[in-house]
């Protein structure tokens, strides 16, 4: 297993102030750059996210981009294999808001599922 990967969100949106779930215009969303950190998952000790010349992020773009993840992996896998180390208080904030979102709405799905299979 490689070391670890470099993801650099200005890059590879091409923009400072990233936007958008899915790519259905063809622009990069966060959509691609969650599809890029989980083809890398398995084949890096840890995946580092950079934000250089990032501004600002929209909350749809934290939450498919990064938020999303843990519908795939646990909180503490992803604390383990997601690094940000030049994440700004804002970035940080927004990271946590989204986390918490996000697995408060995967414990209503898993919820409605279990409720759903014992009906």
Do not use: C
């Amino acid at each position: 297993m490689e070391k670890e990967f470099l993801l650099d969100v200005y890059k590879t949106m091409g923009t400072s102030t990233p936007s958008g779930r899915t790519a259905d215009s063809g622009e990069p969303s966060g959509e691609t750059i969650r599809q890029i950190m989980l083809d890398n998952w398995d084949k890096y000790e840890k995946i580092v996210v950079h934000f250089e010349g990032v501004v600002q992020m929209t909350r749809p773009f934290v939450d498919e981009a990064f938020a999303k993840v843990l519908r795939e992996h646990s909180l503490d896998e992803f604390n383990q294999k997601l690094f940000f180390p030049d994440a700004n208080d804002r970035i940080v904030k927004e990271l946590n808001a989204a986390i918490k979102l996000r697995l408060k709405i995967n414990q209503m799905e898993k919820d409605r599922a279990d409720e759903a299979a014992g009906a």
